[in-house]
């Protein structure tokens, strides 16, 4: 069983940067692909981007590619997902979640453990 805890979430404006962090399990990191989703009310789960537990292999999504940046910290048993310049479609609530070797962000079922989200919204 994995555990995954969420933060960092908030009301920022339009251009905006924020960082959201996810405290996995401690050793996760080392076994798992760690990916970030979202969620806005009436859409579909949306894969963001994933992390590799092996070579730290990352990959994004178009709509968040070049702007949401995936990192970790094994030290602290953290992966976090840096956004810049948001935007109002950004607002969702945002989970980390973590899957086995090969799992990707474009398909949610890969992932077997995931936190209990954080809202994320981007308004003037």
């Known amino acids: 069983q994995v555990q995954l805890v969420e933060s960092g979430g908030a009301l920022v404006q339009p251009g905006s940067s924020l960082t959201l962090s996810c405290v996995v399990s401690?050793?996760?990191?080392?076994?798992?692909?760690m990916a970030w989703f979202r969620q806005a009310p009436g859409k579909e789960r949306e894969g963001l981007g994933h992390?590799?537990?092996?070579?730290?292999?990352?990959d994004y999504a178009d709509s968040v590619k070049g702007r949401f940046t995936m990192s970790r910290d094994f030290a602290k048993d953290t992966v976090y997902l840096r956004m810049d310049s948001l935007k109002s479609e950004d607002t969702a609530v945002y989970y980390c979640?973590?899957?086995?070797?090969?799992?990707?962000?474009?398909?949610?079922?890969?992932?077997?453990?995931w936190g209990q989200g954080t809202q994320v919204t981007v308004s003037s």
């Open positions: 979640a973590a899957g086995g070797y090969g799992s990707r962000y474009s398909n949610v079922k890969h992932f077997a453990y």
């Open positions: 401690k050793g996760a990191l080392d076994y798992y692909t």
């Open positions: 992390i590799s537990n092996t070579g730290g292999n990352t």
